[in-house]
């Protein structure tokens, strides 16, 4: 099982990460050994009769670092690339992420290998009322808790809710997040990544000494995440120049229009002919000039080959695993980047599962403005503590979030002991 997790280059570039925190921490060879790999593996298949009627077998995983700090969390995805390495790296990360903000989870990611937008509504209900059947005996709100992620939305967490829920006999809102408010989702869980993306780039800005209103952003994804991040740094007074997504990419100097957009978005599918900016090669957008980058999509989008090219001054990891190893060297030697390492910046989605999570244990509801309120101030508690790290240590930016976070796993499973 190692050897085929290693296989993975995603998977790897986490295992890559961790190694060089453990090797900063000098842990031991026993604890290193028990932080670095998961708990359980778990994949299933999923056979779904189609609506042409065929039945296609669909393969989905999910991984479960650790539980040593309370139950696990993590996001649930639908994407063609899905694989177990994949899915295992996502877990990793989410589990320093957790412990970096202190909360009481661990690590936990969930995938199955399908196109989300080749399928209809009711094909993607047939596929997750069946994975979340066979996850029954690994998923509880004491045990496992998902979330949406790429690919997949509150109503495929209110499809698991049903199922779970007509197993048990009773409603369980607490066995996932990311719900809808209908069945005791929180309200601001939606766009609370993004939030926090705006929220911590805009702190960033403040350190250097940039003004945020007139600011210039550019966001590659326009999902959940950069739709939401976009949204709030428009409120913040921000001009988001330029916005790609899988249909492309478009620039706009002035700033775009981000509710025009999202309008477009939605009739069109894509911001692609969006009339009111410019086409720009998908790959020369991370190249221009602007105060914050905001890689918002996919994994590995910041490499060697263009990390000493960019011209940002703030790096907003919006994503997960968006810089590789290689391009975190380029970027620690030039110096000139004010880098906010994905498990802190993009950990308003799970902040605010959290409180979801809280509320439906206290069948209690708060609104979105204390929601966000609180979410500020979480992210603004975190966002100092790796600042001190950084000043006090003298260490990179990923290498400060992840001591961060690290540590907090180790001090636990030390206290705990091995068992048996």
Wanted: aromatic share 8%.
């Amino acid at each position: 099982m190692k050897e085929q997790l290693l296989q993975s280059p995603v998977f790897q570039m986490a295992a890559t990460q961790f190694d060089r925190v453990a090797d900063y921490l000098e842990l031991g060879e026993d604890i290193r050994e028990r932080c670095k790999w998961p708990k359980r593996l778990i994949t299933v298949t999923m056979p779904v009769r189609m609506d042409d009627g065929r039945t296609e077998v669909f393969f989905g995983h999910r991984v479960q670092h650790h539980l040593s700090r309370g139950p696990v969390k993590g996001g649930l995805r639908y994407h063609p690339s899905v694989d177990l390495g994949e899915v295992a790296a996502l877990a990793m990360w989410m589990n320093w992420k957790c412990a970096l903000m202190r909360l009481p989870y661990g690590g936990a990611k969930g995938g199955i290998a399908c196109d989300p937008r080749g399928m209809s509504t009711r094909e993607k209900e047939k596929l997750t009322r069946r994975f979340t059947m066979e996850m029954l005996p690994f998923i509880g709100q004491e045990v496992d808790v998902m979330a949406p992620d790429m690919g997949t939305d509150e109503q495929t967490m209110a499809w698991m809710v049903d199922v779970y829920s007509t197993y048990a006999g009773h409603l369980v809102p607490g066995i996932v997040t990311g719900k809808p408010l209908e069945l005791q989702g929180s309200a601001g869980r939606k766009q609370a990544t993004g939030h926090g993306v705006a929220f911590l780039a805009s702190r960033a800005l403040n350190k250097l000494g940039i003004t945020v209103t007139g600011a210039t952003a550019v966001i590659q994804g326009f999902g959940n995440v950069g739709h939401y991040t976009a949204e709030t740094m428009s409120g913040f007074g921000m001009h988001v120049c330029g916005i790609s997504d899988i249909t492309g990419a478009i620039w706009n100097g002035k700033g775009l229009d981000v509710s025009a957009l999202h309008k477009h978005v939605v009739a069109n599918g894509g911001v692609a002919g969006f009339p009111e900016a410019e086409a720009i090669d998908p790959e020369a957008l991370l190249l221009q000039e602007c105060d914050v980058l905001v890689p918002a999509a996919v994994e590995r989008v910041i490499t060697k080959a263009n990390a000493a090219q960019l011209r940002c001054k703030v790096l907003a990891e919006a994503a997960n695993g968006p810089t590789t190893p290689e391009a975190d060297t380029i970027i620690e030697e030039r110096g000139d980047i004010f880098v906010i390492p994905d498990v802190l910046c993009n950990a308003g989605g799970v902040t605010v599962s959290y409180f979801e999570w809280v509320q439906n244990l206290q069948r209690f509801h708060w609104g979105e403005r204390e929601v966000l309120t609180k979410l500020e101030t979480h992210m603004e508690g975190a966002f100092e503590r790796f600042l001190t790290f950084v000043r006090s240590k003298k260490v990179s930016h990923r290498m400060a979030a992840l001591c961060l976070g690290i540590c907090e796993v180790v001090k636990v499973k030390q206290v705990r002991g091995l068992f048996p």
